[in-house]
Every structure is written in structure tokens, then in C-alpha cells.
């Protein structure tokens, strides 16, 4: 996971097997426009549709979360 700054757009999650859920301080930045999944297992893809919801309620409709390759462990 890269680190995100509150100014940040963009969020890249690959190949993060340790990681059990992203933080959910991630949906409060307002101008965050892209989630990326790659490769994650299905409780990061949770975690991120719960921040998606989180920013569709608060005005963000422009989030993508675009996820490929997500198993389950």
C-alpha cells in the first residue's frame, strides 16, 4: 500500500497478503478519485466498497474502484 497524504487522489493496493482491511481514515480524504486493487484478498476489496459507499454518501461520486484478481484467504 502507498502511503496517502490528505491532499492524495489516488490509493494502489498490489499483492498485500498482510494486510486486513484499509483504514478507514482513507474515506475521509475528499479528494481521493481511485482505489486500485490488485491481487488483494476479498477483505481489502470490503474495507474499499465500504470507503466507496462512505464517499458516495458525502458528494463523491467520482471514486473508481476498479479491482482484479482478489482471492479469498
Known amino acids: 500500500m502507498r502511503p496517502t497524504s490528505p491532499d492524495s487522489r489516488h490509493l494502489y493496493i498490489y499483492a498485500c497478503t498482510s494486510l486486513k482491511e484499509i483504514p478507514s481514515g482513507i474515506g475521509e480524504i475528499s479528494t481521493l478519485h481511485l482505489i486500485e486493487l490488485i491481487s488483494c ?11 466507496e459507499e462512505e464517499q458516495y454518501e458525502n ?5 473508481k474502484l476498479p479491482i482484479a484478481n482478489t482471492f479469498n484467504w
Do not use: F, P, Q, T
Open 41 to 51: 484478498v476479498e477483505a481489502i476489496v470490503a474495507s474499499a466498497r465500504r470507503i
Open 59 to 63: 458528494g463523491n461520486y467520482d471514486l
